[in-house]
């Protein structure tokens, strides 16, 4: 009788569910998206499919699928399936998921993969308690976070995985999703409502499912389809201000009015996109690049700021993150612009593209496994730390291109002083960059 109230229990809260749980995805093929790890023949596909996958990390912003993934691989494979959050789990929780692993592996001859989420949250006494199991292969580990691994899952943990990277779903990926949700939902909605969902969503699936399925709701009330205004509502933002051509217009103006050196309109463009819903971290992705593209040596600083500000969206979160937004506008817009790096990157790709051979010299091959110095790997190689100026004139790159010039540094801010130093250290062999300081004509910048 219990087991039977459980089971009703369980298919009434299942209906309640959220639409993104309740669409959750239970084969490989009902996964939207991320086609570069999942579609046929990828690697991580063919690893789950032969339930031969090791210890992995799977890391990606939040509505990506890192966890739908972990439950579908849950149902793939013939291992024992446990999960722990690195936020709630302690040291002693860890400690019984590795006994009864080591208890099913000898006695059932099973083994146990681990879904660790939050894994950029794991403490050092848990990793302590662990690694042993990870490393002698008692348990596969599959972790999740949002959190670059790099900089924040724990060095021991991830040279023990590989690491996979979810991208944010592009538009066909959440247009496929709303369709999906609409079904399961029994509605219709109208072509700029769907459109505005999309172009709000900023890549996050979930985000999108869960703005449908208040929309639908709200829908249903009035006894209609889905509409802008439900949309409006469920978002909490107007769309009249700000149509699917504005994302488009405003953005361009934003990035032209900060590479013209003009915080105002900076903040004013950055005000407009945040009042009306625009992605933050779309917002952020365009600093990081700008800063780059735009700013470059004449403030190598910018992309820090920049960086700093992106990361302070993921860390902190709207609304408090439209501060950090708006000093990395204000910082950018200020600081002396050059487009030097991207015309660099321009001269320097298309060189790579053309024709010839392109071999590696020999004295920059690589020398250091056996049989290599036959083959003349790194014969005639000067290690630049020897010579007492740290420098030593030889050629770096294939000989059809050995002459050419790609960087030409701009005369603005900090690029002048550093190109200044660049040549007295090198005053005796610099290469003729006749355009010199100040040619940046170059790769016209995007918008």
Do not use: C
């Amino acid at each position: 009788m219990t087991d039977l109230f459980a089971a009703a229990a369980a298919e009434r809260q299942s209906e309640r569910a959220p639409l993104a749980d309740r669409l959750r995805p239970i084969r490989l093929d009902d996964i939207v998206g991320q086609d570069h790890l999942l579609a046929p023949g990828r690697p991580l596909r063919a690893l789950i499919e032969s339930d031969t996958l090791g210890s992995i990390i799977l890391w990606g912003p939040p509505g990506t699928g890192k966890t739908t993934l972990a439950r579908v691989i849950a149902r793939t494979t013939k291992r024992w399936f446990d999960q722990l959050s690195a936020v709630s789990a302690s040291v002693k929780d860890v400690r019984e998921v590795l006994a009864a692993a080591e208890s099913r592996l000898g006695q059932h001859d099973q083994g146990t993969i681990l879904f660790l989420d939050e894994v950029h949250r794991f403490s050092k006494s848990q990793q302590d308690a662990l690694l042993p199991g990870v490393e002698s292969g008692l348990i596969t580990l599959i972790g999740a976070t949002t959190e670059n691994p790099h900089f924040e899952v724990n060095a021991a943990l991830r040279s023990r995985s590989t690491l996979f990277r979810l991208e944010l779903l592009d538009e066909a990926a959440l247009r496929a999703l709303t369709d999906k949700g609409l079904d399961a939902e029994g509605a219709e909605a109208d072509a700029e409502a769907i459109q505005l969902l999309i172009d709000r969503g900023g890549g996050d699936g979930r985000q999108v499912l869960t703005a449908l399925g208040v929309a639908a709701a709200l829908a249903r009330s009035d006894d209609a389809p889905v509409t802008v205004d439900h949309v409006e509502a469920a978002l909490g933002t107007k769309a009249i201000r700000y149509g699917r051509d504005d994302h488009y217009d405003v953005i361009s103006a934003f990035i032209k009015s900060i590479r013209g050196s003009d915080p105002d309109a900076g903040l004013y463009w950055l005000a407009r996109m945040l009042d009306a819903g625009e992605s933050a971290r779309f917002i952020a992705r365009r600093l990081v690049i700008l800063a780059s593209e735009d700013v470059g040596m004449a403030d190598p600083m910018s992309l820090i700021v920049a960086d700093a500000a992106a990361r302070a969206v993921e860390f902190v979160g709207l609304p408090e993150a439209q501060l950090n937004l708006a000093q990395a506008v204000v910082h950018l817009a200020t600081a002396p612009k050059s487009n030097s790096v991207t015309s660099a990157l321009g001269r320097a790709k298309s060189a790579a593209q053309q024709g010839g051979t392109g071999e590696v010299p020999m004295h920059l091959r690589d020398a250091h496994y056996k049989g290599a110095a036959g083959l003349g790997h790194g014969q005639g190689y000067r290690y630049p730390h020897d010579d007492p100026d740290g420098w030593v004139d030889q050629n770096h790159r294939p000989i059809e291109v050995a002459e050419d010039v790609y960087y030409r540094p701009s005369s603005h801010g900090a690029e002048p002083a550093r190109w200044e130093r660049w040549m007295h250290d090198r005053s005796t062999t610099t290469p003729d960059r006749t355009a010199g300081p100040g040619d940046t004509t170059d790769g016209e910048a995007s918008s």
